[in-house]
């Protein structure tokens, strides 16, 4: 099992990107797929969540900015970001779970990708 977090850079404020979690070992049919990113010095936060029949879950911080997406041809998970602010930055995570419930525990994770957004 592998997921691979990538797309993170350096945007203004204002701006987009789209991380992609490329993921092997497991059909996501079976699993749900969580975004948590952490910037420095703050607790991992919970950013979005894919279930495994589509379902999806926003942080209150992202809901309108951010949609999670995936394409089960390629085995991968996306997050578009738009409307990018500073408290965005941060080292984002996908992880996998049995759903987006926070009684599930998360058994794998990618490496993080690091997102700046300046101002």
């Known amino acids: 099992v592998q997921l691979q977090a990538s797309g993170g850079g350096l945007v203004q404020s204002g701006g987009s990107l789209r991380l992609s979690c490329a993921t092997s070992?497991?059909?996501?049919?079976?699993?749900?797929i969580h975004w948590f990113r952490q910037a420095p010095g703050q607790e991992r936060e919970a950013v979005s969540c894919?279930?495994?029949?589509?379902?999806?879950s926003y942080a209150d911080s992202v809901k309108g900015r951010f949609t999670i997406s995936k394409d089960k041809v390629k085995n991968t998970l996306y997050l578009q970001m738009n409307s990018l602010e500073p408290l965005d930055t941060a080292v984002y995570y996908c992880?996998?779970?049995?759903?987006?419930?926070?009684?599930?525990?998360?058994?794998?994770w990618g490496q993080g990708t690091l997102v700046t957004v300046s101002s």
């Open positions: 894919m279930d495994h029949d589509g379902t999806t």
């Open positions: 070992g497991f059909h996501l049919d079976f699993y749900a």
């Open positions: 992880a996998r779970a049995k759903g987006c419930s926070q009684e599930y525990e998360y058994d794998f």
